[in-house]
């Protein structure tokens, strides 16, 4: 069985000390590649420079909270980070109406910006909606959106049939393990076309919460996908070896990846 993590944080601080072990229990566990995510030029610097020294993919963006920060250097700055070998998408980039840590005009100007890069280099997007339906949508729509997925998606079924009918891939991570927030994923994973379905860790968040045992220090990590696969597969009531098959087939397809 092989895997595909569409989106780990392995540039936080919580991997400082054992990546090297974090990656090789990622592949004991049949995690064959993993797609490190940038969250800001900084940090998409950071995962690309890990990526390359470990065999990795990683992605180039700002994420909302960082908007603020963004100013006229910023889109050249992931353009030309767009040109590394190991960078297979734009983002994350979006809307976080949550948090709110940036204005939302702020989030809005950047995260066209970052849409209009993607569709500039034909580079799939990497998307992070939170409370921001049917916003998000609405601007998706407005700029024809190309290739997507909406990572972490945890939304209800409205913004998931939006999704879908702009053609985006749905990524689906160890959420739809919790028993508090997650149960209407466990009904909405029937209704992801199998050819769009994406899963992540989200690491070092999102530890699932009903991981047996529960690992000593909440850090999430890529090792935990066939967990989170093994959920999907019961909500949509599959093997979850045709499942990872399927999932791996999309997102090698998806970032173009061998
Ligand atoms: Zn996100």
Redesign the pocket.
Known sequence: MELVDI?ANLTHASFRDDLDTVLARAREHGVAQIVV?G?SVEESRCAAALAAVHGLYATAGV?PHHARECDDTTIPALRELAAHPQIVAIG?C?L?FNRNYSPHPSQEKWFVAQLELAAELGKPLFL?S?DAHPRCAEILRNLRVGKAVA??FTGEAAELRAYLDLGLYIGITGWICDERRGRHLVELAKDIPGDRLLLET?SPYLTPRDLQPRPKARRNEPAHLPHILRAVARARGEAPEALAAATTRNARAFFGIA
């Open positions: 989106g995510t969250t994420h994350e979006g976080d992070h939170r990572h972490c989200d």
